[in-house]
């Protein structure tokens, strides 16, 4: 796996909002450090799925967008196999997302439709929903 998370998710067409979120928030660089890190990518009809104007307001708001986007990374490459029911993963923002695996898989209330896309410096699992923290 030569590309990182960042290189992976462009490549794959479906993380434009995700991939833009990401640079308005400065965390390119750290997408492409060492990690390894684990990725619930949104595809961009989850972004569009969000409330009108919700998307526009956090490219505006760095800050908020960051404490989005880093609650969709967990330190740490975690392949679905190692997901149990009713495990709690903290992730880069600090909080916890909580992993369902009955029936499909879900963070929080996101399921997850594409598992173990791995890249360089972790793997990414493709979400249905932006998952928002407890603000």
């Given amino acids: 796996h030569s590309k990182d998370i960042v290189d992976t998710a462009i ?20 997408l492409k450090g060492e990690g390894p890190f684990t990725v619930f990518a949104p595809t961009d ?5 969000l409330p009108e104007g ?7 708001d ?3 967008l960051a404490a989005i986007l880093t609650y969709h990374v967990i330190a740490g490459k975690v392949m679905s196999t ?6 709690m993963a903290a992730t880069v923002n600090g909080a916890d997302v909580t992993i369902m695996t009955e ?3 879900m963070v929080n209330d ?8 791995e890249a360089s410096n972790g793997v990414i699992h ?7 923290p407890a603000m």
């Avoid at 308005?24 to 660089?29: K, P, R, Y």
């Avoid at 009809?45 to 799925?49: D, G, Q, S, V």
């Avoid at 493709?126 to 928002?132: A, E, F, G, N, T």
């Fill in 11 to 30: 490549d794959a067409g479906s993380f434009t909002t995700l991939v833009a979120a990401v640079q308005a928030a400065g965390l390119v660089d750290t």
């Fill in 45 to 49: 009809e989850a972004f569009a799925a």
């Fill in 54 to 60: 919700t998307v526009e307001a956090l490219l505006a």
């Fill in 62 to 64: 760095p800050e908020a």
């Fill in 82 to 87: 190692d997901l149990t029911n009713g495990m």
């Fill in 103 to 105: 029936g499909g898989v």
């Fill in 110 to 117: 996101a399921n997850v439709i594409s598992a173990d896309i």
């Fill in 126 to 132: 493709v979400i249905d929903k932006v998952i928002l």
